[in-house]
């Protein structure tokens, strides 16, 4: 199998889609010849023209609401969105419209499209290129939500949404970018959507975990396991729905859990998670569960280290539920 | 917002661009403007056409059309009625504005889509709509095309490929300039006319739609209903431009202004715009100046803001009566007609409203379906709670 990182990964998994099915169109802000800005696209132009990867006008807003007609067509729209940061003007057709369109229509109209945008920081974007904004999305009912934290489930996940019946946003963590490398399988590889990876087993500590901080978490669990404490990693993958199987399933086991994720704490994803393990296993729960997040502030340019759930952070938060 | 005890002429000086409709000045951009000599109109006040613009109609297509207005006259005025008796929760009609709607969906061909707004349940009628599909929305029961999940008039109808209705305003035209572009992506011939009114073109929306059309000579026509008011803030608070057609020289689409009461003048620029967007030429902006009769919806008490003075000059270019004069010069129609026309519809409509009212409330688990294509385990897990759990007094369950 080759080697890949992220960029090459995705990039693979569009051209693989795009000659498999002419259906499918990638359209946003420079995504034709430049190949996007992070270079995602590359190449697709040239072998796919410019009625198949269309550069837009500058509207997040104009993007998402002339790919959901095209969804409402027939077509299988991936716009690209430069930066998460940058969804708001299209957060209107996003929420009010995308995610219900099936639903509003009585099944009618199901419009189902996969929004790329690179999201997470880490690397000196300041809060308009760093953001995560998952937790806005999974509250909406009709999205999905993913998030992968490698090349092979960046092709295989990308590959699952564009043929899955239901509208998807795929964050990809640009800080891993190019940084996460590893084998890609050649040809139709797919990752389904809703299941979670146990990247790392362990006894004693269950650790869930998405995207860029995959890294750090595993770095931290390497850490512990040094001081004796054995971590469970869960990679999320498809952030919404969520895999609550292999989440409750690990904790059952290890009773103690660490949630963390780039993104503000208050009302993010993993106070669902906590919120789930609670309804859902209580009683094998031996420490009350813990977050290790992004704060509830906007994220900082200079700061950004410190501001990141990074290893140094995560790994007090295991020593701390391990010995509660 | 004013106050109904407020005089007519501070809601008039307040207004930006000139006085109100009714009084000696109209301004350029308000619909009392339709006989500017820009507009384009056909059907003249002694019910004769102007041969220069006639889009030929036969008599019996004419008739039809006069008879589909009537209906939907009907049905605003009965629908009224029922949201007053507390039988059906809201309307949204479209008195007043029948010519518009009417004219311009006939125009399409029948490879064409309509993307609309709300207020155009008259065209999906004349899309092939059943009227009972229609009413069941009203109602909200187990055989509306949307289930009950939304408010009654907003119903969707992919059959007679006609779009699906949503509040926010103005989130449909990029969508239908999305999918005229996929159209022509895939060099099959439709078009799409997309339904608005004058405050959409406020919106975000409006400006990325016509922005995208006009770069990717997207088949759309912009169909702007310049009805005079979006809720209670008439059209000179919406905009500072003469005219909304001319909103599209900045995008390099092509703006036409038709007199909106007047069923020959829609048809006739509809029908251009199809035809230029056939052509390959790209989208077209029609503004068709008519007046919203009635309030906003039933939830809006336009007395608070609307002089009721104002309305007369309005009533007397009310598109059906106007209609009506030309039927009866070209085939003779007869008041005798008319009344037997009324009692049909009025049948018809009736029988409907009674077999809707019967009809049960959607399945408490349907709440839970379309969400997702598949139900996932969270939804799965809260509609097993639902259906477990105590049930709310006086929902049908």
């Known amino acids: 199998m080759p080697q890949m990182n992220m960029v090459q990964a995705i990039n693979d998994a569009l051209r693989h889609e795009m000659r498999r099915d002419n259906r499918v169109v990638v359209l946003g802000e420079d995504v034709g010849k430049v190949g996007g800005v992070f270079r995602v696209t590359q190449g697709l132009f040239d072998e796919f023209g410019d009625e198949r990867v269309i550069d837009t006008p500058l509207s997040e807003g104009g993007i998402i609401g002339t790919a959901i007609g095209m969804a409402l067509y027939g077509l299988v729209p991936v716009p690209e969105i430069q930066f998460s940061d940058f969804i708001f003007p299209a957060y209107d057709q996003i929420v009010s419209e995308l995610a219900k369109y ?23 974007g300041g809060h308009y290129h760093s953001q995560s904004p998952e937790a806005q999305f999974i509250h909406v009912a009709g999205l999905k939500v993913v998030c992968p934290s490698n090349p092979a489930d960046a092709k295989g996940l990308l590959l699952a949404s564009i043929r899955d019946p239901d509208p998807v946003l795929f964050f990809e963590p640009k800080r891993i970018y190019r940084a996460a490398k590893g084998e890609v399988p050649e040809g139709d590889h797919t990752v389904p959507l809703g299941k979670a990876s146990v990247v790392r087993k362990g006894q004693h500590v269950t650790i869930v975990v998405w995207g860029a901080m995959l890294y750090e978490a595993l770095d931290a669990a390497n850490q512990a396991a040094a001081q004796g404490i054995d971590c469970e990693v869960i990679d999320l993958r498809t952030l919404w729905p969520l895999d609550i199987e292999t989440i409750i399933t690990s904790v059952k086991k290890t009773g103690r859990v660490v949630v963390v994720h780039e993104a503000p704490k208050s009302c993010g994803l993993g106070g669902e998670i906590v919120a789930l393990i609670n309804e859902k296993a209580f009683l094998h729960l031996e420490a009350p569960p813990k977050r290790v997040t992004g704060f509830d502030t906007p994220f900082p340019y200079t700061l950004e280290m410190e501001y990141l759930p990074l290893s140094h952070r995560i790994l007090p938060a295991i020593i701390e539920t391990a010995r509660y | 917002m004013s106050t109904a005890t407020q005089p007519a002429s501070s809601l008039a000086s307040s207004a930006s661009g000139g006085s109100m409709e009714g009084s000696a000045h109209p301004v350029a951009r308000h619909p009392l403007d339709a006989h500017a000599p820009d507009v384009v109109r056909v059907l003249r006040d002694d019910g004769t056409l102007d041969p220069a613009n006639d889009p030929g109609l036969r008599s019996d297509e004419v008739l039809t059309l006069y008879r589909a207005m009537v209906r939907a006259r009907l049905l605003d005025e009965r629908l009224v009625l029922l949201q007053r008796q ?27 889509w309509i993307f609309p707004c709300y207020r155009e349940f008259a065209a999906a009628l004349w899309r092939g709509m059943p009227l009972q599909r229609y009413v069941d929305n009203m109602f909200g029961n187990t055989n509306d095309p949307v289930k009950g999940r939304q408010m009654p008039d907003h119903y969707t109808w992919k059959s007679g490929k006609f779009g699906s209705v949503s509040s926010p305003i103005g989130t449909q035209i990029t969508q239908a300039v999305g999918f005229a572009w996929a159209a022509k992506i895939r060099k099959e011939d439709a078009a799409v006319l997309v339904y608005f009114g004058d405050g959409a073109t406020s919106s975000n929306e409006f400006h990325n739609g016509m922005n995208f059309a006009g770069v990717f000579k997207a088949p759309t026509v912009f169909f702007c209903r310049n009805n005079g008011w979006a809720i209670s803030v008439p059209t000179e608070r919406q905009t500072a431009s003469e005219t909304f057609a001319q909103k599209g020289i900045a995008y390099g689409v092509p703006g036409v202004r038709c007199d909106g009461n007047d069923l020959f003048a829609v048809v006739k620029v509809t029908r251009d715009a199809v035809a230029r967007a056939a052509r390959g030429e790209g989208p077209t902006i029609i503004e068709a100046l008519t007046y919203r009769l009635e309030g906003h919806s039933t939830s809006d008490d336009p007395k608070a803001y ?87 007094k006086g929902h049908g369950h």
């Open chain 2, 306 to 392: 609307r002089p009721e003075a104002g309305l007369d000059s309005w009533r007397r270019l009310d598109p059906i009566p106007r209609l009506r004069r030309y039927i009866e010069r070209t085939t003779g129609w007869t008041d005798a007609q008319d009344k037997e026309l009324e009692a049909e519809l009025d049948a018809e409509l009736k029988a409907a409203i009674a077999v809707s009212e019967k009809t049960a409330a959607p399945a408490l688990e349907s709440m839970f379906e379309d969400v997702f294509g598949e139900l996932p385990w969270h939804l799965q897990e809260q509609r097993d709670e639902l259906l477990r759990g105590p049930r709310a």
């Open chain 1, 102 to 124: 099936r639903y509003r229509s009585g099944g009618e109209y199901p419009a189902k499209l996969v929004i790329r945008t690179p999201t997470g920081g880490g690397i000196r």
């Open chain 2, 86 to 112: 507390g039988r059906i929760g809201f309307h949204i009609g479209c008195k007043g504005e029948e010519a518009s709607i009417l004219g311009s969906a006939f125009a399409m061909r029948q490879n064409d």
